[in-house]
Every structure is written in structure tokens, then in C-alpha cells.
């Protein structure tokens, strides 16, 4: 799969364990958190490759998809993860919880989606 097809991957399953929640169905959810955590372990794999072809999701339309890729983007790519994470933090909704606690666990070098 290339990356492009894995960064699409990603995207997609944040968005659906997304409405997946909001419509109380976790069973659901979880199903999909695990498919876009597989796409990222796919993603690690081609290294640097991989983590660039992430980093078009800190623009995607949707706050949950861009605070996603922020979070596991945060080593690679510190300030404009971190900048994402900040705006999301300052919003409404569950991408607000997601950020601050990804901000939160960085500050206190607890922080470990990718590590180098």
C-alpha cells in the first residue's frame, strides 16, 4: 500500500471511530481506532517517508483527523503539531479533550506515539 493510500486510511477511520462515538457506539469506535492505528504502524515503518506523507492531515477539513495526525506527528514535526494540538485545545468538542490531553502527556516527556 503506498502512503498516500495508508495517510487516506488513516483519515478515514479517524473519522468514523469519530462518528462512531458521537453516535455512543464504542464497539464501533474502537474497531476503527484500531484500523488507523494499524495504518500508522504502517506508516512508521517507511520511516521519515511515511511520517512526511502524514503531515498533510494537519490541514484535512476535519479538527479530529488533524489533531489524529498531530498527535503521532509531534516528535517529526514539534511546532506545527504543537500548533495544532494548541488551536484544537482552545475549540469545543472531543477533539478538544484528545489535544489537551496530547499536549499534557508531551509537556511531562510522557509522550510516546513515535518514538525515534
Known amino acids: 500500500m503506498t502512503p498516500a493510500a495508508l495517510v487516506d486510511e488513516f ?6 471511530q469519530t462518528d462512531a462515538i458521537f453516535r455512543g457506539d464504542s464497539k464501533t469506535g474502537n474497531k476503527h481506532a484500531k484500523k488507523y492505528q494499524a495504518a500508522m504502524r504502517k506508516l512508521r515503518e517507511l520511516g521519515d517517508e511515511g511520517r512526511e506523507a ?10 479530529d483527523v488533524r489533531v489524529a495526525a498531530a498527535a503521532y506527528l509531534l516528535r517529526y514535526r514539534t511546532h506545527e503539531a504543537k500548533a495544532v ?7 469545543e468538542g472531543l477533539a478538544v479533550f484528545e489535544a489537551s490531553e496530547v499536549l499534557t502527556r508531551w509537556e511531562e516527556g510522557a509522550w510516546n506515539l513515535d518514538p525515534a
Open 85 to 91: 494540538l494548541e488551536h484544537a485545545a482552545g475549540g
Open 54 to 63: 502524514l503531515t498533510v492531515l494537519l490541514k484535512h477539513s476535519r479538527m
Open 11 to 16: 483519515a478515514s477511520h479517524v473519522e468514523a
